[in-house]
């Protein structure tokens, strides 16, 4: 009963001994997996990231800006980590600039239930 598995692990050990080509065969897959997940997955991560990093360096006093909560504001002061959003007339808060998800552009249209002209 247990001369049957010793036997056919040795034929195949034995056959099996086909060189780098047959390991590389073996790898392959794998490999393409890799490569496809880098493309896919970590690739489009790093050029959001960078994305994000030159909106933030490139915040300035008066942008109107959203933040990750989803509170909407406006910049008054820029500091090097922090900024200072107003959120109301005469409500500023101070944020970490990571925070800070889109900077909607100047020209938006204002929503139709707005008073401001």
């Not at 692990?9 to 065969?25: D, N, S, T, V």
């Not at 897959?29 to 959001?48: C, E, H, K, S």
Request: glycine share 12%; hydrophobic share 45%.
């Amino acid at each position: 009963m247990f001369a049957t598995p010793a036997y056919a692990q040795a034929l195949g050990g034995a056959a099996g001994g086909g060189g780098p080509q047959e390991m590389l065969i073996q790898f392959l897959p794998l490999i393409g997996l890799v490569v496809l997940f880098y493309f896919l997955m970590i690739r489009p991560q790093q050029r959001r990231m960078k994305a994000h990093q030159a909106m933030l360096a490139g915040l300035k006093r008066g942008d109107t800006v959203v933040l990750s909560s989803g509170v909407h504001g406006k910049i008054v002061r820029v500091e090097d980590a922090d900024v200072g959003v107003e959120i109301a007339t005469g409500v500023t808060v101070k944020v970490r600039k990571g925070m800070i998800s889109e900077v909607q552009a100047r020209g938006a249209p204002a929503p139709a239930n707005d008073s401001k002209t």
